[in-house]
């Protein structure tokens, strides 16, 4: 099956030069919820996608051609197809072993599907309390009505046979007519697995196993400690056990004695465990990725290669460097432009990074509870060695100011001068500050208190919630961004507002975004980017007067972060790990090297500030079809100035506010394929 993954890794990176490609090398592993095995091919499901390995996990490869929902739940085999489910997308069905997709879902009343199994001719897909079953490879389906009721832990099929776990309607039953009718085994249990011949039905304290198609069971837990044990695996007579934080345990003489064969694992968190008959393979959770051990080995190793399923809450630079903040691994550092990654987390005792930033040659990371050493560390050695400064709380952003860092905390707005090595605080009079920024003196602080801001280092504060949603009472406001002009606050469920005049009022901005809340807000240039919880990036060049999707090739639209560097837009996802996209296609800027730019020229309006005419003057070097507008703050136009064929060289024309009330309006012109916008004032 080697081929199969050459022709993947082909189709995978066709066309990257045009989308957004991964670029996760050196910081591989993933969440693995279900791992499944056939011979040496290897499929893991994860909450970021389907994974798969011709060569027993040596490389593995993104599955995507036909998947549009990558929460994976899990995985079935059978014969030559394999089937997934996924939590909203339903069922998906691949019948060349992976290179294509296609949505299976007729007949299913409910997309959110936790499990499938599989035999030659019929699927099985559970719900959370529903049992749908296929009778023609998941063409069509159809719900069990005879089957136990309540809450579906585990299902496995095989032959006519038929297992549920069913833990809230007493345990395990057993179907012999492909699930048509159920019998109460009056077994309870959790998990259920098949290796080889055998059933096994697992919870804590007890293995069960089945050698007659589950008509009788015997306990075989022997002297295994008190853990979860999720799944059994099986080669020859050795019994392999995962356990939910315990690693693995082993079994020589069928279940009797269990010894723990943990070395090498990188955690205890089994997720799911399979064997091919020659190799054992764990699928561990927390970004851990997929681990191998022989038959009789009793050291793991980690095969996780092109394996990559984790968030990346903030990316930032340091030089020409790349820095990112990955929860459960820590701080990672790209030196080549996020082609390789390597984790720099020695003494970052707490590796639930939330942000990252970097002044004067010093690594400052931000981190959250659980863990007692939350708050700010530093790092004076390009992340070789952190120290934790115990800036006693949960920092949600960091915002460098010169050589001042501001970082919004649980119940402060923390304040450094000096690097990072120490913190004061400021309250802003609420609990929680999880965004801010600054414009000139004025400090702003965003969260679940609306707006606030300070002109004297936070001894006095203002609201500044004009214009903006309420929420209970205030508006909920997940991210601030400021340029030299204006600000940009994301709110929570009701996308993006922006304020003219340093945040006394608000004017929504959202003609072209899904309703959405906003995670990251970035500047590149005349251009604002930001990145939504479920929609991707959206990009604009007026002020956000329009929006435009640049969404292609994105598999994962839960955006975190980005960051500009060295001619690319890095994106930190929720699932899948760091993008990577040209900044020239990303935001429109090929338009220079055709020499747009020279063709079409918009002058800034004169006089301006005016009262009330101005004059509005263009160049054209090409006769054109020529459109200016003025548009208030809220986006309505006010006038058509021209709309008609120009011919080449400068024109003006003259805007008379005179019934308009003062603000700020924006002109916009287009003209063949370029359009841009400026700002003016109107004072009386």
Known sequence: MKQVLLILIFL????????????????????????????????????????????SGTDWALLKNGIT??????????????????YGGGVFRSTNYGISWEQVNSGMSSLYVGLITATENYVYAGTQSAIFRSTNSGDNWELLNNAPAGMINSIIAYDSLVFVSKPSSHGVFRSTNYGIDWIDCNLWAYHLSKSGSYMYATTTLTIFESSDNGQTWTDIVGDIPDYDVIEIAKIGENLYAGVINGGVYRSTNHGLNWVSINNGLSSLNVNSITSNGVKVFAGLGGGEGVFSVTSSGNTWTKISKGLYNY??????SYGNNLIAAVPNKGICISTNGGTEWT??????????????????NVLIAGTSHPNPSWGAYYSTDFGNNWVNVNSGSVIYQFFADGNTVYAAALGS???SSNNGISWDFISPGVAMSTTVCK??????????????????????????????????????VDYL???????????????????FDDGLNWIERNNGLPETSINSIYNYGSYVLISTDSAGIYVTSNYGLTWESKNEGLLDKNIKSFHEKNGYIYAGTSEQGVWRRAVTEFVGVQNITENVTEKYTLSQNYPNPFNPRTVISYHLSVVSDVVIRVYDLRGREVETLVNGRMLAGTHSVTFNGAGLSSGVYFYRLTAGNFSTTRKMHLIK
């Open 12 to 55: 995978i990176t066709t066309n990257a030069s045009a989308q957004w490609v991964p670029v996760n090398t050196g910081i591989d592993g993933a969440s693995i919820k279900k791992i499944a095995s056939d011979g040496s091919n290897l499929f893991a499901a994860t909450g970021g996608g389907l994974f798969y390995s011709s060569n």
């Open 439 to 476: 414009k000139g003196n004025k400090l702003y602080s965003g969260g679940y208190h609306g707006i606030r801001m300070t002109t004297n280092n936070g001894q006095n504060w203002v609201q500044c919630d004009n214009g903006l949603p309420d929420s209970a009472g205030l508006p909920v």
């Open 413 to 415: 707005i923390s304040i």
């Open 311 to 316: 968030a990346v809450n903030d990316i930032s």
């Open 343 to 360: 984790v720099k987390s020695n003494g970052l005792t707490n590796k639930q990074v939330t942000c990252a930033t970097s002044i004067n």
């Open 69 to 86: 929902n990558f929460n994976v739940t899990s995985v079935a085999i059978a014969r030559n197809k394999v089937y997934i489910a996924t």
């Open 481 to 499: 961004y400021c340029d030299s002009q204006n600000l940009y606050a994301g709110v929570k469920n009701h996308g993006i507002y922006v304020s």
